[in-house]
């Protein structure tokens, strides 16, 4: 009880420093692992198993990431509801939001298991393998797809600990997670031998793990609230995922860019062109990861007072993240105009290489977008913790599809392929105009007054 006051303090009346230190600063830590083991997987698979592997697994990862595009609506917008409900002092209907998710959860993750291991060729041929990768796509599928429950189930247990006000824990829970994924691929695809299927099976085993060490909180009856003490409400489930729902939206729009930016550097360029966004691309992940774990962390914090009714509270956590991430904006943008070669490099054996020039010369321009993204994705998220879902989609779909889709479609016939790097920080900059007279509008309709 006495931990469940503090946090209360906390939340309501410590300096916003303190409280987005202890919100946000784990929230960044988790998502920073998250691209360590992502590039870690990337060079593991790529290295040892060859290129085909490489492509077999990049295959199937858009069927996985439709998955936890799912798991992120149910996940965040139930995160956002719980946290509303405790600060309006309704805790049994904060316990049943959060028992709905995860009833939601479940369902969603079995019906998603069966359909993948009845249609798995089928729907591998579908997203593109050829007899070629085949074997190795298939492989990867059959090893992850057993563990869809256990994995989308980590997922959401780290959302509802964030909810109650457990950050630290989660983590601590979730970079195990990710250090226990890189030792196992190490281990199953170096040690002994297993291929793509080594390499998705450490990824199920170490989020199970992950999920017997948070699910000790989330799943004790002792604690305030536990994922089975709980009723089911489909009209909480309806909430949580409408709430939710631009987070899955963001997730599908990053998607859908690529495979667009993709298709018109093969046109323009050839496969040096593609070599070279990937690259691009994977500084952008890591640059991206930062300004979510900040937003994602503050979205509990955001929620209790809203609900509490702590607008002023509210206004001043969001103006401080950001600052927070237009600092961090700054800061990468000058990193990466002085010393882009170098980070380039990483990517590429040789700098002498034609898709090591392309990638220098499209990053110096692409690098106007970490001035901006961040506060787009930050105010996308304050949408999603104040529940006004309709301008979070907004703002989604349009930084992420319409503006990037309008730009790469006209810019290249007048400059390029120049055109093509300043889609993306041209669309980030007009979806900020239309965020900045959302938020205006929020919070005229929500407290009373403007920005």
Not at 182 to 203: E, H, Q
Not at 268 to 284: P, R
Request: proline share 3%; net charge neutral.
């Amino acid at each position: 009880m006495k931990s469940n006051l503090d946090n209360k303090h906390l939340l309501e009346h410590a300096p916003v420093s303190r409280v987005f230190l202890k919100y946000a600063l784990p929230s960044v830590v988790t998502m920073v692992f998250f691209g360590v083991q992502s590039l870690v997987d990337g060079v593991v698979v790529g290295n040892h198993l060859g290129p085909d592997a490489l492509g077999g697994v990049n295959i199937i990862l858009p069927l996985f990431s439709i998955i936890m595009v799912l798991a992120l609506i149910v996940g965040i917008g139930s995160q956002a509801l719980v946290s509303m409900e405790l600060g309006r002092k309704n805790p049994d209907r904060a316990q049943d939001a959060m028992s709905t998710g995860f009833y939601a959860m479940v369902g969603i993750s079995l019906i998603t298991t069966v359909l993948l291991l009845l249609f798995g060729e089928p729907l591998t041929r579908l997203m593109g393998a050829d007899e070629r990768l085949l074997p190795f796509s298939l492989a990867y599928l059959k090893g992850l797809a057993p563990f869809i429950l256990p994995l989308s189930l980590c997922f959401y247990s780290d959302a509802m600990l964030k909810a109650l006000g457990h950050p630290k824990f989660s983590m601590v829970i979730m970079s195990l997670t990710i250090v226990i994924n890189v030792l196992l691929s190490l281990y199953f695809v170096i040690g002994l031998d297993w291929g793509t299927a080594g390499a998705s099976v450490a990824t199920g085993v170490a989020f199970t793990i992950g999920l017997l060490i948070s699910g000790s909180m989330t799943f004790n009856p002792r604690q305030r609230l536990s994922m089975l003490k709980g009723r089911f409400h489909l009209p909480l489930l309806r909430q949580a995922a409408y709430n939710g729902s631009s987070e899955g939206v963001s997730e599908m729009a990053a998607a859908t860019s690529i495979l667009i930016i993709n298709l018109t550097v093969v046109r323009l360029l050839g496969a040096d062109g593609v070599a070279a966004f990937t690259a691009i691309n994977y500084i952008n992940l890591i640059g991206v990861l930062l300004f979510l774990g900040i937003s994602d962390g503050l979205i509990p914090v955001l929620s209790y007072n809203y609900g509490a009714g702590h607008h002023e509270r509210v206004k001043r956590l969001f103006h401080f993240a950001m600052a927070v991430n237009m600092s961090i904006g700054a800061m990468v943008f000058v990193i990466l105009q002085v010393f882009g070669s170098h980070v380039i490099l990483l990517f590429f054996d040789s700098d002498e290489s034609q898709a090591f020039q392309i990638a220098i010369d499209g990053l110096y321009l692409f690098a106007f977008v970490f001035l901006i993204n961040g506060l787009n994705v930050l105010i996308i998220t304050y949408f999603t913790a104040l529940g006004e879902a309709k301008n979070s989609l907004i703002v989604s779909v349009l930084r992420g599809l319409v503006f990037v889709l309008i730009g790469v479609t006209v810019l290249p016939i007048f400059i390029g392929i120049d055109g093509v790097w300043v889609a993306i920080p041209l669309a980030e900059l007009l979806a900020l105009g239309v965020a900045l007279l959302l938020v205006h509008g929020t919070h005229k309709k929500l407290f009373g007054h403007h920005i």
